[in-house]
């Protein structure tokens, strides 16, 4: 890699930007350079400057690679909105598949993994075929089944033995949902859902709800009944412990004191978690393994990955994902930038 300039898109405090940089990237112990094909767009590219975690190369997925570490301040060659990067042998990572693209490579760590921390460490339900213990057998509701989280979060439940598995979400992508394991689907912006949610499953337990959009509990003027998370809430049936909900909002601190609780509930983030067990690390490596074993065979798949090119494209793609927009996809950006 010569020290020439380099095209970046940058993660501001005020949003991302295309910036160049001269820094020569020299790998430490198991580390590797390498030159980056695509890179995954996710949500947190951009949301995640409002908790502090900016001003650095933004990006977290990468081709052959599988998820950086993030934190305020990382280095610049963490970031994977660049042509070159350091992948750290420490982190997720997946070697390419016959039946796995790259395109597609570059789009499954985050999306993924959050799926799996909010179904079996938030939730703690089971994943045999992935040697997880926990909670088997379980009715689950997936509220925002559309989205990238979500569309992962269903086949993990379907394939770990879970259901009736329920989803919210677009009534446009329910014959997909359907495809990839759904059992009900319901449109969220239905204002009768959580009625017909309790009639589906009427007779059955509802004990388990995994919000993966969040929308609603931080806005502006946004009334905290008529938000996901607590449309969410209402759906479920059941009591005492066995209730679980676990909800991704991707953010911590003040920002949630005046969330309303309910001590019936055990509300949690998936990366910030209040309480993050020592064993929870082993369990995501565990159900990312099946994953990649499995990928293309039937049980798990990214349904559609769209492709952008340049600089000006990624940022416009993070803005869009950021903004709630794709859905039922993931995209790309084609390197160089």
């Known amino acids: 890699m010569a020290d020439q300039p380099r095209k970046v898109i940058f993660l501001s405090p005020s949003g991302p930007t295309v910036k160049e940089i001269r820094e020569t990237y020299t790998p430490q112990g198991s580390q590797s350079l390498v030159r980056v094909e695509y890179s995954g767009v996710n949500p947190a590219d951009i949301k995640h400057a409002s908790i502090g975690m900016h001003s650095s190369v933004s990006g977290y997925d990468f081709a052959v690679f599988g998820q950086n570490p993030a934190f305020p301040g990382r280095p610049i060659s963490l970031g994977a909105y660049q042509d070159f990067a350091i992948a750290d042998s420490d982190i997720f990572q997946l070697v390419l598949l016959p039946r796995m693209s790259m395109r597609e490579a570059a789009v499954l760590p985050t999306a993924t993994l959050t799926a799996a921390d909010g179904l079996f460490n938030v939730l703690a339900l089971a994943f045999p075929s992935a040697g997880l213990q926990g909670a088997e057998a379980q009715s689950v509701l997936i509220w925002g089944g559309g989205g990238a989280v ?75 009944e008529k938000s996901s998370v607590a449309l969410a809430a209402k759906c479920e049936s059941g009591s005492g412990d066995e209730l679980k909900f676990g909800c991704l909002t991707g953010a911590r601190g003040p920002e949630m004191d005046h969330v309303p609780r309910d001590a019936g509930w055990k509300i949690s983030t998936p990366t910030t978690h209040a309480t993050y067990a020592k064993e929870w690390p082993d369990r995501s490596k565990k159900a990312w393994a099946w994953v990649t074993a499995n990928y293309g065979k039937g049980q798990f798949r990214i349904p559609n990955v769209r492709t952008v090119h340049g600089a000006e494209k990624g940022m416009e793609a993070m803005k869009w994902s950021a903004e709630g927009k794709s859905s039922l996809e993931k995209i790309v950006i084609e390197h160089p930038l």
Do not use: M, W
């Open 150 to 224: 979500g569309v992962c979060a269903i086949q993990l439940a379907k394939a770990a033995g879970h259901g009736p598995i329920v989803v919210a979400a677009s009534a446009k992508h329910h014959a997909t949902l359907k495809e990839l394991g759904a059992d009900f689907y319901f449109d969220y912006s239905d204002t009768e859902v959580v009625v017909k949610v309790g009639a589906a499953v009427s007779g059955k337990r509802l004990s388990h709800v995994f919000n993966t959009v969040g929308a609603g509990v931080f806005a502006q003027g946004v009334e905290f």
